[in-house]
């Protein structure tokens, strides 16, 4: 079936590809071919996916080229590994991060050829909007930054006050009264520090905070207006627009203080991430028109990935809210889906239970697959396929695969690991019989 699709894509002449044009329909199904055969750990297949892909359309996602590259190493076809990370260097990825990358630091150590490559990286001069990136950053810091009312001189008082009280509180500690001191913070003109207020006091607290949402209102108002407008004007501000996250690549210090506890996170952030999506996740004016068209037409033009759509949908509750009201059966949360949980099992030391083989079967990694509830497979994936997600069977194999530490940014499915303790023979009998083994 693999080599079948790889036949037909190439079968197709490219010309007719182009004037589709739709990321859903030629490329995102055959990436989604070229992740699967990853999890597979066949890489000369993925290659042939990825090729397929790119040629397929004038400007393929930075992930994908990152993905691609690991694969052309991992089978030693470094003149194309040099290729790929070229493309994300031109798209404004830090040549000298690739150095520092959690899979390719190892290839800079070991191949002779890197020190050249970086001279030429050294060279490239992506081709980005930075105005227009420099505006959506300034937005985004106006949409997310606090609000603080400055509070009445009585308010203010009660808080000194409040300050001047004991700071401890007594606990019980292995069953012994134990006082503990209370580190207070230091003084800050906000509101959040006032609770159960009553009176004259209660009255000024909930003026402000008035004052405040009010405030707040008109800022989320400003903020998605000024993101409309500039995809009205420029279009939807993707990597190829305004570089790799939508954030200063070339001096990358802020992002790394966020996603400082990995490299591989950071990469994650700068090749999967986009500013636009921030902005729109932080901005949620009740009264405004719906985006779900504007983020669904981003997709199918490629400037955005699908498996992103749920950061919107999730902060907005837009497309979901949208369809309750129309009565359609759109109201389906197609991105919801794809979850597992992988665990493993943890028996009672004085539970003996009769299960052949219990203890090699109790060592084992097991998965189980999430609840559908009132929908079924096919019509999610009817939802998803037409969007360009993978189907929901695709969802739940990378899910697992990246339950586990990879050097791969792979979207799509989801996972929660645990410990599972069991104290009865019936439940341990029904966990293994109902959950999937995976080695």
Known sequence: MKNLLLILIYLFPYRVLFAQGDFTRIYHPIINS????????????????????????????????????????????????????????????????????????????????WNKFESQMKQVKPNINRELRDSLNKIYAFGTKEIYTPLTADLRDYFKKSQALPQTINVKRNGKDTTITINRISFTDSLYFFNNLSGKLKLQQDSLRKINNEIFSKNQHLVYNS????????????????GLSGRDSQNPSKDRRIFYFSEQNFNNSMLNSSIVLDIFSSSFPAKENDISSIITQAVRDGKLLPHHINRVYASRGGFRSQAVANNSNDAINIFSFGKVKAYRIQIDANLKCNIPDLERKISRNYWQKESLQEYSEAEINEKRLDIGLETLADAYKKAFFKAHPRVFIINGGSYQTELSYVSSCEVLEKMLKESTFVR
């Open 227 to 242: 993101i409309i407008r500039i995809i009205e004007n420029s279009g939807y501000p993707d990597e190829n627009l305004i």
């Open 34 to 113: 070229a992740e699967l055969a990853i999890v597979d750990t066949n890489y000369y297949e993925a290659l042939d996916y990825y090729k397929a892909a790119f040629d397929n359309v004038k400007k393929p996602f930075a992930k994908d080229y990152y993905n691609a590259a690991i694969c052309a190493a991992m089978v030693g076809k470094m003149p194309t590994m040099f290729d790929y990370l070229e493309k994300i260097v031109e798209k404004g990825y830090p040549w000298d991060s690739l150095r520092k990358d959690v899979f390719f630091h190892y290839v800079a150590d070991t191949c002779k050829t």
